[in-house]
C-alpha cells in the first residue's frame, strides 16, 4: 500500500513538473509582472503612481517586450521559424525604453527618474528570460577548453550580473545619486559582459564570421550607451536635469 502511495506521489509531481516546465514563460511573465509591479510602487510617492496605472505599465512591458524579442529572433533567422530562437533579448533591451519614456513626458513625471527605474524592470524580464533558458535547457555554454566535462556556465554569470547590478543600484535610484545614468549604464555593462560571453557560446542560428549576431547587437548596445551617458552627464553638469528633479519633487 505504501509502494502505491509512493508511486502515485511520485506521478504528481512528475505531472506537476512536467506542466510547469510546458507552460515556464507564462510562469515567468506573471512573476515579471508582479515584480514590476513591486518596483514601481517603491517610488510610489516620487511618482505618485497608484496599483491600476502601475499593473497597466507592467502588463506593457511584458507584452511589448515579449514581442520585440520573439520579433527580434524572427527577424535574425530571416523569418525562418524553424531556425529561430524563441527570443533575443535585446529586442526587448533596444524597445522598452521608447515606452517608459512615452510614459514619463505623456504623464508629465521626472524622465531622469522613470528612466533609471526602468533599467531595474528591464532586468527584471532579463531575468525571467535567463531562468527560462535554464529550464528549457538552451544557451549553453562550450565545454571548457581545459576539461570538455564541463561547460561555461553563460546563464548563471548573467543571472550573477543581473543581481549585483540590481543590489548596488536598489537604493542609489531615486536619490540624488543617480540623474539617468543607470539605463545607458546597463547597456555599457551588459554589452561588455554578453560581447565577451558570446565566445563561449554555443550558437544555434546567427553567426556572421566568427562573430554571433548577439556580439553586433552588443558592440550597438554599448555604442548607444555611451552616447546616451555622455549627453545625460552633459545635461547634468550644466544644471538642466537638476533642475527638472527639483522641480518635479516639489
Known sequence: MDN????????????????????NIVIFAVLI????????????NKLKINIPEASLVSLLHVVIGWTCMRFLAIVEAGFDLEKAANIRLYGAIFALPFLYYAWAKKTNRSIPLVMDISAICVICGAIGGRFNCLTKGCCDGIPFFFNEAYRWPLRQIELAFYAIFIIYYFRKIGTA??????YPIYLISYGLLRFICEFVRKEYTTQIGIFHIAQIWSLIAIAVGVVWLYEVNKKYHSGVIHRKLSNHDK
Do not use: D, P
Request: hydrophobic share 55%.
Open 33 to 44: 509582472f508582479i515584480a514590476i509591479i513591486f518596483w514601481l510602487l517603491r517610488f510610489e
Open 177 to 182: 545619486k543617480t540623474y539617468g545614468q543607470v
Open 4 to 23: 502505491c502511495a509512493y508511486i502515485r506521489e511520485n506521478r504528481i509531481m512528475e505531472t506537476i513538473i512536467r506542466w510547469i516546465l510546458s507552460h
